[in-house]
């Protein structure tokens, strides 16, 4: 395997920054321990390694999924980045020629307009297309956002479903059981306060923090410190 090409694979397996193959402590790291002629590779040519490394694993997967013999079920979801870009990801899910169910996600798009029925539901087509999935998808669940539901409506009209689409929408058991258990907590929200107060005062203030463990102590109890969260 290129070295260029591991760099690429270990930039994107550990989530490091693209100019890591620039940096003098990685080229220090590399040059003592591994290769004493190694040169730095630039940002801008890790950037064009890590585009030809999904290239490859993209058209190595379409490939696959093209060679199937069995339907494909597939999960959706909109991610929200910290920098306020959307994305829509979509994951295939199917049995492979060993008969092990695999995952693999097929899509990831920005979403760059208003999260309609219309909008996610184009995104999706779009990212079927390239495969050449669109008549062997068994599935899709979604959570229970209205613009979700109102898009399922879009695929049975294209009449493009297995049975008619009879199988297509499952909703997302995780969603559900978040609101039941949100629905739960509303029911003891007073006390949940008072357990969020008691924790903040306790770990506002460093002596307070220190009697408490004092207390933990005294009753053979290990002290630990709590995560203040936000309602």
């Given at each position: 395997m290129h070295a260029r090409e591991c760099l690429?694979?270990?930039?994107?397996?550990?989530?490091?920054?693209?100019?890591?193959?620039?940096?003098?402590?990685?080229?220090?790291?590399?040059?003592?321990?591994?290769?004493?002629?190694?040169?730095?590779?630039?940002?801008?040519?890790t950037r064009n390694d890590l585009i030809r490394l999904f290239e490859t694993k993209r058209d190595d997967l379409i490939t696959e999924i093209?060679?199937?013999?069995?339907?494909?079920?597939?999960?959706?979801?909109?991610?929200?980045?910290?920098?306020?870009?959307?994305?829509?990801?979509?994951t295939g899910h199917y049995l492979d020629p060993d008969w092990r169910i695999t995952k693999r996600i097929i899509g990831f798009r920005p979403m760059d307009f208003t999260h309609?029925?219309?909008?996610?539901?184009?995104?999706?087509?779009s990212v079927l297309e390239i495969y050449e999935i669109t008549h062997r998808i068994l599935s899709n669940t979604l959570d229970n956002a209205s613009s979700n539901t109102s898009s399922i409506a879009l695929?049975?009209?294209?009449?493009?479903?297995?049975?008619?689409g009879y199988f297509f929408h499952q909703r997302c058991a995780c969603h559900i059981i978040n609101?039941?258990?949100?629905?739960?907590?509303?029911?003891?929200?007073?006390?949940?306060?008072?357990?969020?107060?008691?924790?903040?005062?306790?770990?506002?203030?460093?002596p307070r923090f220190s009697e408490?463990?004092?207390?933990?102590?005294?009753?053979c109890l290990k002290p630990r410190r709590f995560q203040t969260d936000k309602p």
């Open positions: 690429a694979r270990y930039i994107v397996q550990t989530d490091q920054q693209i100019s890591i193959g620039e940096s003098p402590f990685y080229k220090k790291l590399i040059t003592s321990a591994y290769n004493p002629q190694y040169e730095p590779v630039s940002r801008t040519t093209q060679h199937l013999s069995v339907s494909v079920a597939l999960t959706s979801d909109i991610w929200n980045a910290c920098s306020k870009q959307d994305y829509l990801c979509v309609t029925a219309e909008n996610i539901f184009n995104v999706i087509i695929f049975i009209a294209r009449n493009i479903l297995q049975d008619g609101l039941v258990v949100q629905a739960g907590l509303k029911q003891v929200s007073d006390q949940i306060d008072h357990i969020r107060d008691a924790i903040s005062w306790i770990c506002s203030s460093n408490f463990k004092r207390h933990c102590k005294l009753n």
